[in-house]
């Protein structure tokens, strides 16, 4: 089957909801995320506020989708973090929740730096609970995480070369 093919029944399948700061949610069978627009401002992390960044398309993610298990499974060898309670990210990537944001670095080139959080950790975040933290709502804020071990990790996606690099996985305390 033709990428061309390929990405086009994926993006068929695509639904897409735009909720603050122009965030749009994405979710294809196997992933849910949210697509972060390059003027998401977050004032607590200044490297997201990045003058070279773009907002990811969702053909762009789809692409990153499509090649994320093949690549991470290569990418992974030392399954650094990934032992006894924290999981083996490439076996489990349908349970994490995904956000994408866009940078370019100094050659010019497009890259997506990805987070991937823990479903039932992420999900938990619920406006009507009595202790709701917008921070800590996956589809408004950018997440970073200093603990969890696997639950919670990030990599950076080359569109143009495809290349999966700078994998980082949180550590255990």
């Known amino acids: 089957m033709s990428r061309f093919l390929l990405i086009s029944i994926l993006w068929a399948m695509f639904s897409n ?3 603050g700061q122009s965030i749009k949610i994405v979710e294809g069978e196997k992933f849910l995320g949210a697509i972060f627009p390059s003027s998401y401002k977050n004032t607590s992390y200044d490297w997201l506020n990045d003058n070279k960044r773009f907002t990811p398309t969702n053909e762009e993610v ?3 989708e499509n090649n994320l ?5 290569k990418v992974n060898k030392n399954r650094l973090n990934q032992k006894g309670k924290c999981p083996i990210i490439h076996n489990n990537l349908q349970k994490y929740i995904r956000q994408y944001s866009g940078f370019i670095d100094d050659s010019g080139k ?3 730096l990805i987070n991937f959080l823990w479903s039932s950790s992420a999900l938990h975040e619920n406006p009507s ?3 709701y933290n917008e921070l800590g709502d996956w589809k408004k804020h950018w997440q970073v995480w200093f603990d969890g071990c696997s639950h919670f990790w990030n990599v950076k996606y080359y569109l143009d070369s495809e290349v999966l690099f700078d994998l980082q996985i949180n550590g255990s305390a």
Do not use: D, G, R
């Open 110 to 112: 497009k890259y997506l």
């Open 69 to 73: 298990h093949y690549k991470l499974k």
């Open 129 to 131: 609970e009595e202790y």
């Open 62 to 64: 789809l692409l990153f």
């Open 17 to 19: 909801s735009v909720i």
